[in-house]
């Protein structure tokens, strides 16, 4: 089992910046990848960024390339949302999430693992 714990949401002004941490406990070691979802008030929960846990592999959402960047720290089992120029939009519940095999990094349903989520609210 894997167990995930997101911390350093809050709230920021338009045009600021935050880091997201994950913290990763169990049999990290065979986690094939590592991603970011959000979920705004009454929507679905969406992809957001994903990197692979060996190779640091990225791929981003279009809605967030150029501002966010995934990271990982192999030695302390962490994940990093490095989040940039944010918006309004960018307001959600940021969730954690890790898969053991490759595959569509864009589906919720891929990833066997979940964090219980860290709150993220931009003002204007």
């Known amino acids: 089992q894997v167990q995930l714990v997101e911390s350093g949401g809050g709230l920021v002004q338009a045009g600021g910046s935050l880091r997201l941490s994950c913290a990763a406990s169990g049999r990290t070691f065979s986690s094939y990848a590592m991603g970011w979802f959000r979920q705004a008030p009454g929507k679905e929960r969406v992809f957001v960024a994903a990197?692979?846990?060996?190779?640091?592999?990225?791929v981003y959402a279009d809605s967030v390339k150029g501002r966010f960047t995934i990271s990982r720290d192999g030695a302390k089992n962490t994940l990093y949302l490095q989040m940039n120029s944010l918006k309004p939009d960018d307001t959600a519940v940021y969730y954690c999430?890790?898969?053991?095999?490759?595959?569509?990094?864009?589906?919720?349903?891929?990833?066997?693992?979940w964090g219980q989520g860290t709150q993220v609210t931009v003002s204007s």
């Open positions: 990197i692979t846990w060996r190779g640091g592999n990225t």
């Open positions: 999430a890790a898969r053991d095999y490759s595959g569509n990094y864009y589906y919720t349903r891929e990833y066997g693992y």
